[in-house]
């Protein structure tokens, strides 16, 4: 392996020491400081008689969760990628600096780049911190405007928990969303229990250390089981600017939404414009509506469509935050975007959080998180803690607008939590399977579709099995993929099933198109179809299933 010469050993060092330092997001002295909490006895056990003090009304604080990445995704944008851009920027200089220094004296075989991987030696081979062969990284949005609806609010009403798998590549978005009524406290004891949005302001301003951060994080960690060994926040306004700056975003809106948001955190343009009305609201809010389809926006259009909640739900808008941090996600490490114009998105991205973010990230994880990137599905597994995770039930409507944990030992959570990452291709697809057992026979109890339908998966994906009459001279297995390309890890899951029980020459899977003129069911719509024939040695020619 070539190794990395002194110069550039120097240079990184001196770009280490400067990495080292994080911008503060807030003013501690100019900000609010919540009442201190007192315990007492609660249904769940001991409650705080007061929350952390905000200087407005609760209902006005909407925040704007940031982005994910690869690697460490920061709400509504990619922190890790923020990173990685202000890294490789930094790196240009300075290996530009060393080249000319160096002038060819290392020879034409020496290898001068030390953000390339292929450069590293075993004395030098940074590495991600993990436990138990994941790496998670935390990452909070906080509205610190000086103006409009968010003034002065230390609330963190995006959190999102990134969770990345190094056996699979596989990364979990996890948010929580701002109502989860959650245990905290200045110690590991959590003694008291309040609205999860609030636990870093109770950290900031009422624990000895003052350190929000150090709060949340024990809150989260206690909720996944999941160790955090990286943390980053963002502010609210860097997100707009980040996504100007890269030229919009391209967001896929799953369907039609129309939702209110505040009239006074618009700009005096959109102001003038704005359809208003002030109905079963706490004053006056501007209606937007989005249509179903690929939308681009600006950064404020983003940030509307991200934070709207009033005729929907806080639930909602933690899918619609990830909804933009995927279109982030695509404009910065998207397949079909030049190199080029990655590396020049990801400047963009640094520039624009650039006094908008807090991290605490050193070269060396800079520089892992560079290699980790060529290997990390940038697909991520989408989770909302939501009254439907895990098939309902572990979370639970409380008093007033509190949503609470069904087990606060979380062992349930965790137990979903594992089972998501086990069935990680069928969870990301969320797909819907219409199997049909043309066999003669009911089906096998060791067939991949039933359980499919069992309650661990109902909550994800919808899969309807049904057996009809055997069809003459068909044998083997077929896997018909409706979705246009969209489903493949669940028709390579089902692929991999069958193979498993009939064997891999009895399987196929067949791409639908205008050639085949196979289309799904009118019934059921699905996005896979599946048609189960007696198996025979040579599988003959493909055949649809039709609903009833």
């Given at each position: 392996?070539?190794?990395?010469s002194l110069?550039?050993?120097r240079?990184?060092?001196?770009?280490?020491?400067?990495?080292n330092?994080a911008a503060?997001?807030a003013?501690?002295?100019?900000?609010p400081?919540?009442a201190?909490?007192?315990p007492?006895k609660?249904?769940?056990?001991?409650v705080?008689t007061t929350t952390?003090?905000?200087?407005?009304?609760?209902?006005?604080s909407?925040?704007?969760?940031s982005?994910v990445?690869?690697l460490?995704?920061?709400?509504?944008v990619l922190?890790?990628?923020?990173?990685l851009?202000y890294?490789?920027y930094?790196f240009r200089?300075?290996?530009?600096?060393?080249?000319?220094?160096?002038?060819?004296?290392?020879?034409a075989d020496?290898?001068?780049?030390?953000?390339?991987?292929?450069?590293?030696t075993?004395a030098?081979k940074?590495e991600?911190?993990?436990?138990d062969?994941k790496?998670?990284?935390l990452?909070?949005?906080?509205?610190s405007r000086?103006?409009?609806?968010?003034?002065?609010?230390m609330?963190?009403?995006?959190?999102i928990?990134?969770t990345?798998d190094?056996?699979?590549g596989?990364?979990r978005?996890?948010?929580f969303?701002?109502?989860?009524?959650?245990p905290?406290?200045?110690d590991d004891?959590?003694?008291?229990?309040t609205?999860?949005?609030?636990?870093?302001?109770?950290?900031?301003?009422?624990?000895?250390d003052?350190?929000?951060m150090r709060a949340?994080?024990?809150t989260?960690?206690?909720?996944?089981g999941?160790k955090?060994?990286y943390?980053?926040i963002?502010?609210l306004d860097?997100v707009?600017?980040?996504?100007?700056?890269m030229?919009g975003?391209?967001?896929?809106?799953?369907?039609?939404?129309?939702d209110?948001y505040?009239y006074?955190?618009?700009?005096a343009?959109?102001?003038k414009t704005?359809k208003a009305?002030?109905?079963g609201?706490p004053?006056?809010y501007c209606?937007?509506?989005?249509?179903?389809?690929v939308?681009?926006?600006d950064g404020q259009?983003?940030?509307?469509?991200?934070r709207?909640?009033?005729w929907?739900?806080?639930?909602?808008?933690?899918?619609?935050?990830?909804?933009?941090?995927?279109a982030m996600?695509n404009k910065i490490?998207g397949?079909?975007?030049p190199?080029a114009?990655?590396?020049?998105?990801?400047l963009?991205l640094?520039q624009?959080l650039q006094g908008?973010i807090e991290f605490?990230l050193?070269?060396p994880?800079?520089?892992?998180g560079?290699a980790?990137?060529?290997?990390v599905n940038?697909?991520?597994?989408?989770?909302v803690?939501?009254?439907?995770f895990?098939?309902?039930?572990?979370i639970?409507?409380?008093t007033?607008s509190?949503y609470?944990?069904r087990?606060y030992?979380f062992?349930e959570?965790h137990t979903v939590l594992?089972?998501?990452?086990?069935?990680?291709?069928?969870f990301?697809?969320k797909?819907?399977?219409?199997?049909?057992?043309?066999?003669g026979a009911?089906?096998?109890?060791?067939?991949?579709?039933?359980p499919?339908?069992k309650?661990e998966?109902?909550?994800?994906?919808?899969?309807v099995s049904d057996?009809?009459p055997?069809v003459?001279e068909k044998?083997?297995?077929?896997i018909i993929?409706?979705?246009g390309g969209k489903?493949?890890?669940t028709?390579?899951?089902?692929?991999?099933?069958f193979a498993e029980k009939?064997?891999?020459?009895n399987?196929?899977?067949?791409?639908?198109?205008?050639?085949?003129?196979?289309?799904p069911?009118t019934?059921?719509?699905?996005d896979?179809g599946v048609a189960v024939?007696?198996?025979a040695a040579?599988?003959?020619?493909?055949?649809?299933?039709k609903a009833n």
């Open positions: 392996m070539k190794k990395i110069t550039e050993k240079a990184a060092a001196q770009v280490n020491g400067q990495m330092t503060p997001v003013n501690p002295s100019t900000a400081r919540p201190t909490n007192m007492i609660g249904a769940n056990g001991p705080p952390p003090k905000r200087p407005i009304k609760e209902e006005q909407k925040k704007k969760g982005i990445g690869k460490i995704v920061i709400i509504g922190l890790l990628l923020a990173v851009g890294g490789a930094k200089s300075i290996t530009a600096n060393n080249d000319s220094n160096s002038s060819g004296a290392q020879g020496a290898c001068t780049n030390i953000l390339d991987p292929n450069c590293w075993q030098f940074p991600l911190l993990k436990e062969g790496t998670n990284a990452v909070l949005g906080i509205d000086a103006s409009g609806g968010g003034s002065g609010l609330n963190t009403d995006t959190i928990l990134l990345l190094h056996a699979t596989n990364v978005m996890l948010s969303p701002r109502d989860l009524y959650a905290y406290g200045c004891k959590m003694p008291y229990k609205k999860i949005n609030a636990i870093y302001a109770y950290g900031k301003f009422n624990c000895s003052k350190d929000g949340i994080k024990a989260i960690e206690k909720i996944s999941e955090i060994q943390t980053g963002v502010k860097g707009v600017q980040a996504i100007d700056a030229g975003i391209a967001v896929d809106i799953p369907k039609d939404h129309t209110v505040p006074v955190e618009l700009p343009e959109q102001q704005c009305t002030s109905k609201l004053g006056k209606i937007f509506e989005f249509k179903k389809g939308t681009n926006m259009t983003a940030l509307i469509y991200s709207m909640r009033y929907s739900s806080d639930f909602d808008r933690a899918r619609r935050q990830q909804e933009v941090v995927d996600k490490v397949d079909e975007t190199t114009e990655k590396a020049a998105n990801l963009k640094y624009g908008n605490a050193d070269l994880t800079i520089l892992a560079l980790e990137l060529q290997s940038a697909n991520p597994l989408k989770v803690m939501d009254p439907t895990g098939g309902g039930g572990l639970t409507n409380g007033g509190n609470n944990f087990d030992s062992k959570v594992d089972f998501i990452t086990s069935n990680a291709d069928l990301r697809d797909a819907k399977i219409y199997a049909v057992n043309y066999t009911a089906w096998p109890t060791d067939n991949p579709i039933t499919l339908t309650k998966y109902k909550w994800f994906m919808e899969v057996t009809k055997k003459a044998f083997g297995v077929e993929d409706y979705s489903k493949t890890s028709t390579e899951w089902l692929k991999v099933k009939y064997g891999e020459e399987v196929k899977v067949i791409i639908a198109d205008e050639a085949n003129a196979l289309k069911s019934q059921y719509k699905e896979v024939y007696p198996v040579t599988p003959a020619a493909s055949a649809t299933p």
